[in-house]
């Protein structure tokens, strides 16, 4: 297996463009994870799925912020508009089962830079 | 929170020797897990320790967890320049029915050859 793939690797946007982060999970995983890393935050849980069902997203920053996972194969993260503060490494993983009782697979990242 | 707090922040050895650092966390959890991070590379899952284990081993690596202390401890043996890296304690925030994955702000592992 490939791992989790994420594209695009780096994205350098405009404020107020918007921003779509993708993700293709391990074939077979169930869950699947959007986490946010910074310097000064560290790694944040914004949203999580499981069988392709938004889970919890009480971790997504604001509306501006939109996750989508229309099939077991795929999943989109959306800024729109996005901002500056949205400057940050974005991380997508996939897990075995349910909730927290199997190790995530991270993908590479995305590494968003907002100017 | 049932964040894990990873201590020391930073950790700075030399090649062959042993690198501990530690975790405690907040609340009871079923599990604690650790994750490897190189420099501009997505996490590496390293073990998972169950609550009703103590101790746990991975080639060079050794978890131990204490529940009776909220804590946990990594430990790497005879450390080598590609162990440079940073390293995440992760613990379950549970809600409900359902639960994720808190992660610590991570210990940053240098090891010089």
């Known amino acids: 297996d490939a791992g989790v793939i994420q594209s695009p690797r780096h994205e350098v946007t405009e404020m107020g463009q918007e921003v779509t982060l993708r993700c293709k999970p391990i074939?077979?995983?169930?869950?699947l994870f959007w986490y946010r890393q910074t310097m000064m935050r560290g790694l944040e849980l914004l949203i999580y799925?499981?069988?392709?069902?938004?889970?919890?997203d009480s971790g997504m920053p604001e509306d501006r912020f939109s996750a989508k996972m229309p099939n077991a194969s795929f999943s989109t993260l959306k800024i729109q508009p996005s901002e500056p503060r949205d400057s940050a490494v974005y991380f997508c993983?996939?897990?075995?089962?349910?909730?927290?009782?199997?190790?995530?697979?991270f993908g590479s990242g995305t590494r968003l830079t907002v100017v | 929170s049932q964040q894990g707090e990873e201590d020391p922040q930073a950790l700075s050895i030399q090649e062959g020797e042993n690198a501990t650092m530690n975790c405690s966390y907040k609340?009871?959890?079923?599990?604690l897990q650790w994750y490897r991070q190189n420099s501009g590379r997505g996490l590496v899952h390293l073990i998972l320790?169950?609550?009703?284990?103590r101790e746990k081993h991975s080639g060079r690596l050794r978890v131990t967890l204490d529940t009776s202390k909220k804590s946990s401890s990594l430990l790497i043996t005879a450390s080598r320049a590609a162990d440079t890296a940073s390293y995440f304690c992760?613990?379950?925030?549970?809600?409900?029915?359902?639960?994720?994955?808190?992660f610590g702000k991570g210990i940053t592992l240098s090891v010089r050859p």
């Open positions: 320790i169950r609550s009703n284990e």
């Open positions: 609340t009871s959890i079923n599990n």
């Open positions: 992760a613990t379950p925030t549970v809600t409900g029915a359902n639960s994720k994955l808190t």
């Open positions: 799925f499981n069988n392709n069902v938004p889970i919890d």
């Open positions: 074939s077979g995983h169930n869950s």
């Open positions: 993983a996939s897990s075995l089962g349910w909730g927290t009782n199997y190790g995530y697979t």
